[in-house]
């Protein structure tokens, strides 16, 4: 319920990129002004949900009360509430007593990563590494206000709620060869759960089984080679796929342009 939502302390040190990002992009706003407009910000979106919030009730009340529904103002006592739900909670799901937990504990990537997954788009292996799974969980439980950013609109800057970028990343060249093992594994399955094409899944799986079988891997430089190979092929796929450009084979390994980075490391 928006009515329910607090304005965050923009003046904080959590908001300091967003406080940054409005001074560089108009040289008359300070440090005042930036938080002035953060804030100014959020109320018109608060204003807007409230309005779209409202909107749904009174559509809800003109509708009536379905099967199973809970009629306007009606009250419901606790005990027949099956998660004793109260105002500004979400009802929780049943619990299945039979499904046992998962054999497998693993973080879950960043929602910024999954979305771009989701959306088949290129996103930096380092979000499915170790380091940032475990990252992005610890924020995920501990700071809800990381669904507030920044996007820019035709003449200004704005408040949005969405998933949005580590300011830890690491670009595919700056990580390590067992990094890369480890998080293009975790990217593949994350991708599968996704219902990612099964070509274009396929491609991907060859190319990096390719890449971790490759003799390069025990002569000197060898895996720093492969490293870099795949942070710019990988990105020049994902770039051929979202243009019009004819979209090369990503599993065949251009060995010539291998063994020429290796001689330039």
């Given at each position: 319920?928006?009515?329910?939502?607090?304005?965050?302390?923009?003046?904080?040190?959590?908001?300091?990129?967003?406080?940054?990002?409005?001074?560089?992009?108009?040289?008359?706003?300070?440090?005042?002004?930036?938080?002035?407009?953060?804030?100014?910000?959020?109320?018109?979106k608060n204003t807007r949900d409230k309005e779209r919030w409202d909107e749904q009730e009174a559509r809800q009340q003109v509708r009536g009360p379905q099967p199973g529904e809970q009629a306007p103002g009606e009250q419901v006592p606790a005990e027949q509430d099956p998660v004793h739900k109260t105002a500004g909670k979400k009802q929780l799901p049943p619990?299945?007593?039979?499904?046992?937990?998962?054999?497998?504990?693993?973080?879950?990537?960043?929602?910024?990563?999954?979305?771009?997954?989701?959306?088949?788009?290129?996103?930096?292996?380092?979000?499915f590494a170790p380091e940032a799974r475990k990252l992005a969980?610890?924020?995920?439980?501990?700071?809800?206000?990381?669904?507030?950013?920044?996007?820019?609109?035709?003449?200004?800057?704005?408040?949005?709620?969405?998933?949005?970028?580590?300011?830890?990343?690491?670009?595919?060249?700056?990580?390590?060869?067992?990094?890369?093992?480890?998080?293009?594994?975790?990217?593949?399955c994350w991708a599968s759960r996704l219902s990612w094409p099964d070509e274009h899944l396929k491609i991907l799986n060859t190319f990096y089984y390719k890449l971790q079988g490759h003799p390069m891997r025990s002569e000197p430089d060898g895996t720093s080679?492969?490293?870099?190979?795949?942070?710019?092929?990988?990105?020049?796929?994902?770039r051929a796929l979202e243009s019009d450009d004819e979209v090369f084979n990503l599993s065949a390994i251009n060995e010539d342009t291998l063994r020429f980075i290796r001689r330039e490391l």
């Amino acid at each position: 319920n928006p009515d329910q939502a607090q304005c965050p302390d923009f003046t904080s040190a959590f908001f300091e990129d967003m406080r940054n990002a409005l001074i560089q992009a108009n040289g008359a706003v300070d440090h005042d002004g930036a938080v002035a407009s953060l804030t100014a910000s959020w109320a018109d979106k608060n204003t807007r949900d409230k309005e779209r919030w409202d909107e749904q009730e009174a559509r809800q009340q003109v509708r009536g009360p379905q099967p199973g529904e809970q009629a306007p103002g009606e009250q419901v006592p606790a005990e027949q509430d099956p998660v004793h739900k109260t105002a500004g909670k979400k009802q929780l799901p049943p619990v299945k007593r039979g499904v046992k937990p998962s054999e497998v504990i693993m973080d879950q990537p960043a929602p910024f990563a999954i979305n771009k997954l989701k959306e088949l788009s290129y996103c930096d292996l380092w979000y499915f590494a170790p380091e940032a799974r475990k990252l992005a969980t610890e924020l995920l439980f501990t700071n809800n206000e990381d669904a507030l950013t920044l996007t820019r609109t035709d003449n200004a800057l704005v408040l949005a709620s969405s998933a949005r970028s580590s300011k830890n990343v690491k670009r595919d060249e700056e990580l390590s060869w067992e990094q890369v093992c480890v998080a293009s594994t975790v990217m593949l399955c994350w991708a599968s759960r996704l219902s990612w094409p099964d070509e274009h899944l396929k491609i991907l799986n060859t190319f990096y089984y390719k890449l971790q079988g490759h003799p390069m891997r025990s002569e000197p430089d060898g895996t720093s080679a492969l490293v870099l190979y795949q942070a710019k092929y990988r990105r020049d796929w994902h770039r051929a796929l979202e243009s019009d450009d004819e979209v090369f084979n990503l599993s065949a390994i251009n060995e010539d342009t291998l063994r020429f980075i290796r001689r330039e490391l």
